[in-house]
């Protein structure tokens, strides 16, 4: 879609993917609200994320989103694929490290974040890219999926020791960035958090 776009917001862009798009006299202008999504749950659990050790577990749109948010955060970010191709291609777009998810444990991540659909409702519901024994030292784990709202990735992560955070913060957090670019006004949080679950 941003081929079709009169202007695009230098976030959307440097992430190369734009999820809201906003339609007014000036034309259509689009926006990533993953960003503001992805970062605003961790920030409220990890308030400062400066130096911490973070592995991204994927390499589509929302790993994009999650790798420039910690960048932009100064994190140190590692990101796992099953794709070397493309895990290196993202690393190398954001200026980060990766390495192949085959076998990685992630003892010593203060952060492990799940941006694969694995989890997600229906043909990969019961899967997850990683299981306990490969989390286990790991300190926080994030999961994008947001349906379920339990998914096999968290409960890995908790029977690892790991505290969590679930992909409906995710959802709800950059759906009020959206309300709030489309409507000018602040989205009602319970609301919106409740009509999610």
């Known amino acids: 879609v941003m081929d079709h776009l009169d202007w695009i917001e230098p976030v959307a862009s440097e992430i190369g993917a734009v999820n809201t798009i906003l339609i007014d006299d000036n034309g259509l202008s689009g926006y990533n609200t993953d960003v503001v999504g992805f970062i605003g749950p961790l920030s409220e659990k990890l308030a400062d994320l400066r130096g911490l050790r973070c592995a991204v577990i994927g390499t589509g749109g929302a790993a994009n989103a999650a790798v420039w948010a910690l960048q932009h955060k100064d994190a140190h970010v590692t990101v796992f694929g099953r794709t070397p191709e493309r895990a290196t291609a993202l690393a190398r777009k954001f200026g980060s490290d990766w390495r192949d998810l085959e076998g990685a444990g992630f003892d010593g991540f203060d952060v492990v974040v799940n941006a694969t ?16 024994a490969r989390l286990r030292g790991a300190h926080l784990a994030y999961d994008l999926v947001y349906n379920p709202s339990e998914t096999q990735f968290l409960r890995e992560a908790r029977e690892a020791g790991c505290q969590t955070i679930g992909g409906v913060e995710m959802l709800v957090t950059q759906a009020r960035e959206q309300f709030r670019l489309w409507t000018g006004i602040d989205a009602p949080v319970e609301v919106m958090r409740a009509a999610a679950q």
């Open 117 to 132: 659909p694995l989890g997600t409702a229906g043909q990969f519901q019961s899967q997850t890219p990683v299981d306990a």
